[in-house]
């Protein structure tokens, strides 16, 4: 079973200088930190070089130059961690910028609880394939993706029974659990070059927690959550003269945005969110084709 990439939706030279902007930027900005120290440093032992300057105060400017070389990691982490949404809701469709901005960290930490994770798939397959040209600052990812187990009877996905009752379909299910299995091996395929190169480390993985998909959360760098609920009694029909479905559809989930950099009780509910979902993956179990990869 295919499953196609999705990248960036930039245009391709802007996206490449985009990427190459980044891939420089910290060189350069430590080569010329470095290099105002060095200079004025210089100027205070060598009296012509010194005289040019004319004064002083260029040894003041080394010594903060030196600081701001010490501290850059430190400072673009920070700011990076600060970056906060501009809405505090936004669409399932969006969830690719808030990949990349958690890949502008050097330890991205990503999980999602959905339906198939069909969503994020896209954007975060496509950040993970440029990390093989280009990892920049990332030096560590950690990805986890809990799906419902699709091998359990369910009453979402299932068929629309004659009054409007849910009727179990193992086939249905299957569908769906075979579109999950395709996106986890290849993101993991993904992972598994990344690690060979060894300028990154992976991990990617699905997981299968109990029950139907009702809430939809993906939780970045356990600082940055969107939470939103599914609707569960949406309605599609596969073909035309086919019986109806209760699929819900996760592009159109709305999401809302919760940031642990804002207030006090939004910093408690991304905590309990990351606790809760901690509590989840470790109760969680492993999907049947990995158990027959592993044995």
């Given amino acids: 079973m295919s499953v196609p990439g999705s990248g960036s939706a930039e245009p391709g030279v802007a996206h490449r200088m985009r990427r190459y902007l980044t891939r420089f930027e910290s060189a350069v900005t430590r080569f010329f930190l470095l290099g105002i120290f060095v200079v004025g ?50 669409g399932s469709r969006e969830l690719g910028r808030f990949v990349n901005e958690a890949f502008r960290a050097r330890t991205v930490e990503i999980t999602f609880l959905g339906y198939t994770g069909e969503t994020i798939f896209g954007a975060l397959h496509g950040r993970l394939e440029e990390l093989l040209d280009d990892p920049g600052r990332t030096r560590r990812v950690c990805i986890r993706v809990l799906v419902p187990d699709f091998g359990q009877p369910m009453t979402v996905p299932s068929r629309v029974g004659p009054n409007g009752e849910p009727l179990d379909d193992p086939e249905v299910r299957r569908v769906q659990e075979l579109r999950c299995q395709a996106y986890d091996r290849s993101m993991s395929g993904v992972a598994e070059r990344l690690n060979r190169l060894g300028r990154v480390t992976v991990e990617s993985e699905f997981r299968l927690y109990p029950g139907i998909p009702r809430d939809k959360v993906c939780i970045f760098n356990r600082e940055l959550m969107l939470h939103g609920l599914y609707d569960v009694v949406a309605r599609s029909i596969q073909h035309s003269s086919g019986p109806e479905y209760y699929d819900p559809r996760g592009y159109r989930t709305d999401l809302i945005v919760w940031s642990a950099r804002e207030a006090d009780g939004t910093r408690a509910a991304v905590a309990t969110w990351n606790k809760h979902l901690d509590g989840l993956w470790s109760l969680a179990t492993v999907p049947p084709w990995r158990r027959a990869t592993t044995t």
């Avoid at 040894?59 to 070389?69: D, E, P, Q």
């Avoid at 982490?77 to 501009?86: C, I, V």
């Fill in 41 to 90: 440093l210089t100027a205070q032992f060598v009296t012509p070089l010194g005289d040019a300057l004319q004064g002083k105060a260029f040894l003041g400017g080394a010594l903060l130059s030196l600081v701001a070389y010490v501290l850059y990691d430190a400072v673009k982490d920070l700011a990076a961690s600060l970056r906060l949404p501009e809405r505090s809701q936004v």
